[in-house]
């Protein structure tokens, strides 16, 4: 079966700007989760999403928003992009968001913010 | 709060040879869960192997195997055989078990593998 779709693979912003991350989990997941990946930090939980609802969230800043639709797509959204943002965001997909199961990841998207 | 904590930013092994990661973890609570996640080059982070706290037994899958010490809280993978295409970041994450922490692993900051061949 497909695995966790994430689009665009690259993006490049300038600051102010904002930018909207999609991101496709595997057929009957309903839990998917962001993440930001950055040398420094390494990687941050952003928050989770199950059957629309946002379940939990990390310490990010309000800028840093999502949603999820009834198909259990996933949309990222950041607002007034700072050059920090620029880092791999990464989303993984699960069956609940649970427990032992298992998340899979998809390749991320690369966002650069100049 | 949790934390994980990879002590070791790089590691190195021969081909064919065993290599251990090391990985210890802070946590207040008695059940959670642990896995060694691997991300290659292409970044896409695929599951090595998991541990449940409440079991004794250490998990192995093929090659790769893990000795879970919970009263030290540590959680160490070996690598047997390790081949080329072992070669990876290895990311050491945590989850609690219930409570609030739907979709949320906490990882360790990870150590480069490199296999010479």
């Known amino acids: 079966k497909a695995g966790v779709t994430q689009t665009p693979r690259y993006l490049i912003k300038t600051r102010g700007q904002q930018v909207t991350l999609s991101c496709s989990p595997i057929s009957g997941h309903r839990s998917v989760s962001w993440y930001q990946q950055t040398p420094g930090q390494g990687l941050q939980f952003l928050f989770e999403y199950f059957s629309e609802t946002q379940r939990n969230k990390g310490n990010f800043p309000g800028r840093f928003s999502g949603r999820q639709f009834s198909n259990s797509r996933s949309e990222m959204n950041v607002s007034t992009l700072e050059l920090g943002d620029s880092a791999l965001y990464l989303c993984a997909s699960s069956l609940t968001g649970q427990g032992k199961g298992e998340a899979f990841f998809g390749q991320g998207t690369r966002l650069t913010v100049v | 709060a949790q934390t994980v904590t990879q002590s070791q930013p790089e590691m190195s092994v021969q081909e064919a040879e065993t290599v251990t990661l090391s990985c210890t973890y802070d946590t207040s609570e008695s059940d959670y869960y642990l896995f060694w996640y691997k991300q290659p080059p292409s970044r896409q982070m695929i599951l090595v192997i998991r541990q449940e706290a409440y079991k004794q037994q250490n998990a192995t899958e093929n090659r790769f195997s893990v000795n879970f010490q919970k009263a030290a809280k540590s959680f160490s993978l070996k690598i047997s055989d390790s081949q080329l295409g072992d070669a990876a970041m290895y990311f050491c994450?945590?989850?609690?078990?219930?409570?609030?922490?739907?979709?949320?692993?906490?990882f360790g900051q990870g150590t480069i593998l490199t296999v010479h061949p």
């Open positions: 994450a945590y989850r609690n078990a219930g409570g609030t922490s739907y979709g949320k692993l906490t």
